[in-house]
Nanobody
Framework: QVQLVESGGGLVQAGGSLRLSCAAS????????MGWYRQAPGKQRELVAA???????NYADSVKGRFTISRDNAKNTVYLQMNNLKPEDTADYYC???????????WGQGTQVTVSS
């Protein structure tokens, strides 16, 4: 089992920045890809960014150039640096991690990000 705990959400004005953190615990040896998803009210959950254990990254087109995902394997933590935030970035942000032995997906409880115009 893997437990994921997010932190760092909040309220920010458009153009501002936030940094989300996701700390993993438990069977961390099994973790492969880690990522951030978001879900806005009335919309489906969507991928924001993902990072492999080797550091390869993938971003949604809507956040490229503004968001940066990073990973500290020694601290078992993944980060999402969000710059130049827009009102359309308002959503609940969820961290996830996959078990690279079983392909099971673990989810955190989510952290709310609100961007005011």
């Amino acid at each position: 089992q893997v437990q994921l705990v997010e932190s760092g959400g909040g309220l920010v004005q458009a153009g501002g920045s936030l940094r989300l953190s996701c700390a993993a615990s438990g069977s961390i040896f099994s973790i492969g890809v880690m990522g951030w998803y978001r879900q806005a009210p009335g919309k489906q959950r969507e991928l924001v960014a993902a990072i492999t254990s080797g550091g390869s990254t993938n971003y949604a087109d809507s956040v490229k150039g503004r968001f940066t995902i990073s990973r500290d394997n020694a601290k078992n933590t993944v980060y999402l640096q969000m710059n130049n935030l827009k009102p359309e970035d308002t959503a609940d942000y969820y961290c996830n991690a996959d078990n690279h032995y079983t392909n099971y997906i673990y989810w955190g409880q989510g952290t709310q990000v609100t961007v005011s115009s």
